[in-house]
């Protein structure tokens, strides 16, 4: 099992889609532990995208379960800027606005008493 890791926009996703020919490669050379493949090798293997998967779990997990703010979310995915992060998590955030409001509500009750 082989992982892929880089920041954003570096081209893990297109490799995926290359070896599990999604994508046609014009150009280049693929090599695995430093062996150049040919296009008959990497069709053959077996491509999943499970880390892609596990990426987009973890970020669900710190924003829904954890109400992790947006730029620290950013930071571990390695979004070099916070709008690719919110853009594609935004959907999450409603119900951390709620959350945030429940314990502004608990906080002034605290007080009160």
Do not use: C
């Amino acid at each position: 099992m082989y992982g892929l890791v880089g920041r954003n926009g570096v081209g893990k996703t297109t490799l995926l889609n290359i070896l599990s020919n999604y994508d046609k490669n014009y150009t280049g050379v693929i090599s695995i532990d430093g062996e150049k493949m040919n296009k008959v090798d990497y069709l053959d293997m077996p491509v999943a995208y499970a880390m892609d998967d596990l990426r987009h779990s973890h970020a669900s997990l710190l924003i829904s379960k954890l109400g992790a703010q947006p730029n620290l979310v950013a930071d571990r995915l390695g979004h070099e800027k916070i709008q690719t992060t919110l853009s594609t998590y935004s959907h999450l955030y409603p119900d951390q606005s709620r959350k945030l409001a429940d314990q502004l509500e608990k906080l002034a009750e605290a007080d009160e008493n």
